[in-house]
């Protein structure tokens, strides 16, 4: 298994340009989620989806979109980039196996972008 | 999910065990702990995670008091490729659960 892989893993944006961040898992898993983390900060919480065709927000959800059209992929898009969009951004995934269960949750290795 | 406190740094000596603090007092009942590192500016590194019981794997041990208001996260031998920030966090279990990093612990493994 590949485990959660992330594409570009470095890209510099204009300001007001738009773009897409790809994740794609191979574990099967119905959970997945977009963090971002600023220099120093923990992660917070972008989007997340239980599920293909279910996304919601999380903690900072402003400026960015999300789809999960299949159970592999949840694609992060900015549509008008920032510099408050300078960031480190984590994709992850998990597998919900019940209401007691402790799920591990799985990240990718990040894609540092910056908006100039 | 119930909000954890750490302290924001730690040393410790390369061989020794390194015993990371977590409080956790207000975690509910179907609150798992859960222990993430992260090393520089790698993604988040899945360490181990309990309900009640102590657990051990192959990375560290977790001891969770029995009121589970607190709990310690202990790399019995630690080694200069410990050196990570360590986030301890509280989630529930099931159905759109998800993770809440706060700011973790900086550990420096020294010589």
């Known amino acids: 298994n590949a485990g959660v892989t992330q594409t570009p893993k470095f890209r510099i944006l204009k300001i007001g340009q738009s773009m897409t961040l790809q994740c794609t898992q191979d574990?099967?898993?119905?959970?997945m989620y977009w963090y971002r983390q600023d220099p120093g900060m923990g992660l917070k919480l972008i989007y997340y989806?239980?599920?293909?065709?279910?996304?919601d927000k999380g903690e900072v959800p402003n400026g960015y979109n999300v789809s999960r059209s299949t159970t592999e992929d949840f694609p992060l898009r900015l549509e008008l980039a920032a510099p408050s969009q300078t960031s480190v951004y984590f994709c992850?995934?998990?597998?919900?196996?019940?209401?007691?269960?402790?799920?591990?949750?799985?990240f990718g290795e990040g894609s540092w972008l910056t908006v100039v | 999910d119930a909000k954890t406190t750490q302290p924001p740094s730690m040393d410790c000596a390369e061989g020794r065990a390194a015993n990371l603090p977590c409080n956790h007092s207000?975690?509910?009942?179907?609150?798992?702990v859960y222990w993430y590192r992260q090393i520089h500016s790698q993604g988040p590194q899945y360490i181990i995670h309990?309900?009640?019981n102590n657990e051990t794997n192959e990375m560290a041990s977790l001891i969770i008091t029995e009121d589970r208001k607190s709990s310690t996260l202990i790399l019995p031998h630690a080694t200069l490729r410990d050196t990570a920030v360590y986030y301890c966090?509280?989630?529930?279990?099931?159905?759109?659960?998800?993770?809440?990093f706060g700011t973790g612990t900086r550990l420096q493994v020294t010589l």
């Open positions: 574990m099967n898993h119905n959970y």
């Open positions: 309990g309900l009640k």
């Open positions: 207000t975690i509910s009942g179907n609150e798992y």
């Open positions: 992850a995934s998990s597998y919900s196996a019940g209401l007691l269960s402790g799920n591990t949750i799985y």
């Open positions: 989806s239980v599920g293909a065709g279910i996304t």
């Open positions: 966090i509280v989630r529930r279990g099931g159905t759109a659960s998800k993770l809440t």
